[in-house]
């Protein structure tokens, strides 16, 4: 098969259908009204990306509650919030009917930024404070989840992403560092109870076959205690955990697995290779194989780091050098049965028209990402998030906010 029909071959998740092997990764971009709402930029973002015919739509970290927020324009998922997504969703279907969308329900935990949020943690670590968590206060926010899970489903997702990636809440508990002993912490099998605790009640009270479950999982976070790592001092790999945990959810329902990596206010590029370093695009395949090899045929697993193959990445190297490519190595992974879906984040920025563009033989017409990384500058800023390369809007929301604020010196959080 060519990689065009690779990519564009359709795939069965669940008893849904994605039209093709492209993937848009959860992309927070801050710019929801003050009560949580998608703003008019906000549907542009994914009108464009309806228009793009992309297989699965992951719809950006959405926050449970008014304090679980990492960002103060983030997007919300309460009662007061159904409305607004009712009517969001109303229009996206009228798009295009095909992409698939599930939304990546979220809780920052110590990532909850204390100027509007309340930072809470599991267990305190050096770098963050926090309210320490009590297990009631935990099983409130399992209430929250499943509530966010449900109103998900009634204002017309086709699925949700339990976010349980990148260092949020639902990454926190499952770290070997969380070893408080409580009954969301210290042994694997309590570390691991909140996230199956949630699969359960979500499908139980959800109770739609055709309603999407999956979740965004980080393999490694690496660094000391985080999750994929043997203890809690050790940044030492290990894979044990992270493959006990996807084949537990498999069980309690996932359909679909998105497998990434790093915690981003920590390990930035481990989640998402750059330009200078883009070999940490090598250590992902290897995370796809092992997560493939334990599940299920029919369960879909959709690999991370493809955007910085771009059209042909020179600093990588495949045998023969024609096929450094997005496509190619994407396509190529398909094929050899270790992924079934593309993920593609910074890339669906460049291009939301991307899959389009290939079904219409207009390849050439693509925008393909240049890793300048400027999009994360805007997100470290809280600015409203797009491609400053390719599209003017967000390329003057950059110029205007390093002029008005000068170079950035946060860090990632
Ligand atoms: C501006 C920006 C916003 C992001 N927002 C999210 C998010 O809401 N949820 C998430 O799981 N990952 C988020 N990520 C990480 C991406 O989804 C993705 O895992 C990462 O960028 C690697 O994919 P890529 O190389 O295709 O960009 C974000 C990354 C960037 C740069």
Known sequence: MSYKETLLDPI??????????????????????????????????YENLYKGGWG????????ITQESRSRLAQLMIMEKNVPALTNFMKKLKEVNKDPLIVFQLTHSGELSNPKFSRRVTVMPSYSYGGDLLSEEEVDKIIDDFVL??????????????????????????????????????????????????????????????????????????????????????????DLTEPLDLIKGLEERGAQYIVQSAGSPSITVT????????????????????????????????????YSVWGNGNKNLQMIDPKDN?????????????????????????????????????????????????????????????????????YTNVLVNVRKEKGKLTQNHT
């Not at 899970?149 to 508990?173: E, F, P, R, T, W």
Request: charged share 25%; glycine share 8%.
């Open 12 to 45: 069965k998740i669940g008893t849904r259908e994605c039209k093709n092997r492209f993937f848009v990764q959860a992309m927070e971009c801050t710019d929801a009204d003050a009560d949580g709402n998608p703003t008019d930029l906000t549907y542009q973002r």
């Open 56 to 63: 699965l739509i992951d719809l950006e970290a959405i926050s």
């Open 148 to 237: 966010a899970a449900k109103i998900a489903h009634d204002v017309g997702a086709d699925g949700i992403d339990m976010k349980l990636c990148h260092g949020y809440l639902g990454s926190q508990i499952l770290r070997p560092f969380n070893s408080r002993k409580w009954k969301y912490g210290g042994s694997w099998e309590n570390r691991r109870r909140f996230a199956f605790d949630l699969y359960e009640r979500i499908a139980k009270e959800v109770n739609d076959k055709n309603f999407l479950i999956g979740s965004k999982i980080s393999a490694w976070e690496g660094f000391p205690g985080g999750f994929g790592t043997e203890g809690p001092d050790s940044p030492i790999l």
């Open 270 to 305: 481990l989640t998402q290779a750059e330009k200078n370093y883009p070999y940490i695009a090598y250590l992902h395949p290897y995370f796809q194989k092992e997560f493939k090899k334990v599940l299920k045929p029919e369960t879909v697993l959709i690999g991370s780091n």
């Open 325 to 393: 490519t997005m496509f190619k190595v994407g396509s190529h992974n398909i094929e050899r049965g270790i992924v079934d879906m593309i993920g593609l984040g910074r890339q669906s920025f460049a291009d939301p028209l991307l899959p389009k563009k290939l079904a219409d033989g207009n390849e050439k017409d693509i925008h393909f990402c240049t890793l300048c990384d400027n999009c994360l500058e805007l997100l470290i800023r809280q600015e409203h998030i797009g491609c400053c390369t390719y599209n003017k809007y």
